[in-house]
């Protein structure tokens, strides 16, 4: 019976392989890059080491099998990113020899930090969700972006924000399934936002 909790140090790992296991717009995207830990290098691990009380995961069979992570402050979590988190990261992944997609995924965290989202204005908090594809369907989705949000508003958190591939037409449906407003998105990209 899969149940949901709060994340706890030592999930890290299946929390990676998730990452890795729906990072190709759903898919699995091991084997990708040359490197499979930049995927959660980039989207999940900040999110537990800066922000832990903000991370839910459904566990079932012994395991983690999907999960929530949120930071409550956009701007502050960039700046924390830019200056702490991938410093001590970015030298382990090579920027030479890098196919287009892993070399567009480093500039990207080498970017991070460098400019305000304009989408923290009305929407402060931003988020990731992936649940491996054996869980999805049976509401384990909403209910962590429901447990989420009831977390982010007890902390004053007015609004959330999230980046899905438009490639992934089941996130984005599920997206407008929950309310989320759609905003304006870069090619390739459809961001939401929703009002806690």
């Not at 196919?99 to 990207?108: F, H, N, S, V």
């Not at 049976?138 to 980046?163: D, K, P, Y």
Request: hydrophobic share 45%.
């Amino acid at each position: 019976m899969s149940r949901i909790r709060p994340f706890r140090v030592g999930d890290e790992a299946d929390l990676a392989d998730i990452c890795v296991r729906t990072a190709a717009a759903g898919a699995d995207a091991t084997g990708a890059l040359s490197d499979d830990g930049i995927w959660a290098e980039i989207f999940v691990l900040p999110y537990v080491a800066r922000h832990p009380d903000t991370a839910f995961v459904v566990e079932g069979e012994g395991r983690v099998l999907g999960y929530a992570v949120a930071a409550p402050d956009t701007v502050a979590f960039e700046e924390w990113f830019r200056s702490e988190w991938w410093p001590v990261r970015a030298a382990r992944f090579a920027r030479e020899g890098a196919d287009p997609r892993e070399a567009g995924l480093l500039a990207y965290a080498d970017a991070r930090g460098s400019r305000v989202d304009p989408r923290a204005a009305k929407y402060p908090a931003h988020l990731h969700i992936d649940l491996l594809p054996d869980l999805q369907g049976q509401g384990f989705g909403r209910a962590l972006i429901e447990r989420l949000g009831e977390t982010l508003r007890s902390r004053g958190v007015t609004g959330v924000h999230l980046v899905a591939s438009a490639e992934n037409t089941a996130a984005v449906g599920f997206y407008d399934r929950l309310g989320f407003t759609r905003l304006p998105s870069a090619a390739g990209e459809q961001a939401f936002g929703l009002i806690l």
